[in-house]
């Protein structure tokens, strides 16, 4: 018995490691050139870089898990203080020292930057979720859900419309409120360690893909970079795999492509064809990321701001990662950002951080990483596949398959390893 993994991101190399743990001969195919999918390292300028910005919260218990399991200690890795939420030019949020929700909750009367009616507000909206045992219609869009709870104009630019964005990357009127209180519930709801913010200090293909192919090197695991596979064909219980420079034959295979690339594969496969024709018709969400590069001295107050009322959302300072003066600035969702050059926006995410941080400094030299499609668009009552597929042996895993979370590293770990299970569960009954 043999397993296949397609795709070396993160929820391909999740189930690679749940299979070698359990020594199960694993192959993984990438065709690029790295392993990490929307979430590696990007050489720039002569510094080790991230092709888009992500961040960890102590609410991803697989994600950890999984780190530890390859040998990354997240509490060395990761800067990670309490939450702690600094929207400009206003907003200050700091979780209290108290079990979760009431850390919030004491936090929210603490705040800067809205009214004590806010505050209020906020915190009601918070309780009312819980009395709804965090369940609403599934139709339902976020903005619907924050007018129906009558939000403030202030409270969705400084708290709801930034979490929203940064978890779901789609826009608060197209997003699934089901989806995004999910992730309010895990983060605040269960235990004040899960709200903690978990800022990577290393380069994102050194937290996970680089010790996870340490870990497969060592577990009889193979991994091929730069080979993309053709075809797929079937034949009695077998699937032959076609790429450049052959074929292999497998027993079992774990497609972990991004959900666009699905189609092209699987579409021939006539058992597939509902799920890859479903999948054909989502729509899909950018990131980018602006790198700017100043003088070592410049640094922000806190590692993680965010902005409101401008194009940017989100800055990082890249002084975790032991880069002094680079700053990344980070515009989920689609928006008016897409139809500059980019020269044109790293020139406007320049002169924001002037008007918004006092940066007057000129950057020494910037970079501009668009990823079009890096998520899918996160929308009320999406109907997301299962890992297991109609095909025997042939399992999907990624961040598009069905989960309670939006497309984030998570999720991809969470199926990755529940396609492995699967696997495990499936060779275990041969």
């Not at 898990?65 to 200050?92: K, S, Y």
């Not at 909750?105 to 705040?111: A, D, M, N, W």
């Not at 995410?349 to 008007?355: C, G, K, Y």
Request: hydrophobic letters at 45%; a neutral charge.
């Amino acid at each position: 018995m043999s397993v296949a993994i397609i795709g070396g991101g993160w929820a391909g190399l999740a189930a690679a490691v749940t299979l070698a743990e359990q020594q199960v001969p694993v192959t993984l195919f990438e065709s690029a050139a790295q392993l990490g999918g929307r979430a590696r390292r990007v050489a720039i300028n002569g510094l080790s870089l991230d092709n888009g910005q992500h961040i960890l919260i102590g609410a991803y218990h697989e994600t950890l898990r999984l780190l530890n399991q390859v040998g990354v200690d997240f509490e060395r890795a990761c800067f990670g203080p309490a939450l702690r939420l600094q929207v400009e030019p206003a907003f200050r949020l700091q979780a209290a020292s108290l079990p979760a929700p009431w850390h919030l909750g004491l936090g929210l009367l603490r705040s800067h930057g809205i009214s004590l009616r806010e505050k209020f507000s906020a915190m009601r909206f918070l309780l009312a979720l819980n009395r709804m045992r965090f369940h609403v219609s599934p139709e339902l869009s976020v903005s619907t859900l924050l007018s129906q709870q009558n939000q403030s104009i202030n409270l969705n630019a400084f708290l709801w419309h930034p979490l929203c964005l940064a978890a779901l990357n789609t826009p608060p009127e197209n997003a699934s409120a089901q989806i995004f209180i999910n992730v309010l519930r895990d983060a605040f709801f269960a235990a004040r360690d899960d709200s903690r913010l978990l800022l990577p200090q290393i380069d994102l293909g050194a937290l996970f893909p680089d010790a996870a192919t340490r870990y497969l090197n060592s577990n009889r695991g193979n991994l091929h970079c730069n080979r993309r596979i053709q075809h797929i064909d079937m034949h009695h219980g077998a699937f032959t795999l076609h790429h450049a420079q052959g074929t292999d034959t497998f027993s079992h295979v774990v497609c972990a492509l991004p959900s666009f690339r699905v189609s092209a594969l699987l579409g021939h496969i006539p058992a597939m064809q509902a799920i890859t024709a479903e999948l054909s018709t989502w729509h899909y969400q950018p990131i980018y990321t602006i790198y700017l590069q100043y003088d070592a001295e410049v640094q922000l107050p806190f590692p993680l701001l965010g902005l409101s009322q401008t194009m940017s959302q989100w800055v990082i300072d890249r002084v975790l990662t032991q880069q002094p003066g680079l700053l990344a600035v980070i515009i989920s969702a689609q928006g008016a950002h897409e139809k500059l050059s980019h020269e044109a926006l790293a020139l406007h995410v320049q002169n924001e951080l002037r008007q918004t941080l006092g940066i007057n400094a000129i950057p020494h030299w910037t970079q501009v990483i668009a990823e079009k499609r890096a998520t899918f668009s996160c929308t009320p009552n999406l109907q997301r596949p299962q890992n297991q597929t109609p095909v025997p042996g042939l399992f999907l895993a990624g961040d598009y398959t069905i989960s309670d979370y939006p497309a984030t590293l998570e999720a991809a770990i969470r199926s990755g390893v529940n396609s492995a299970r699967l696997v495990l569960h499936n060779l275990a009954r041969l």
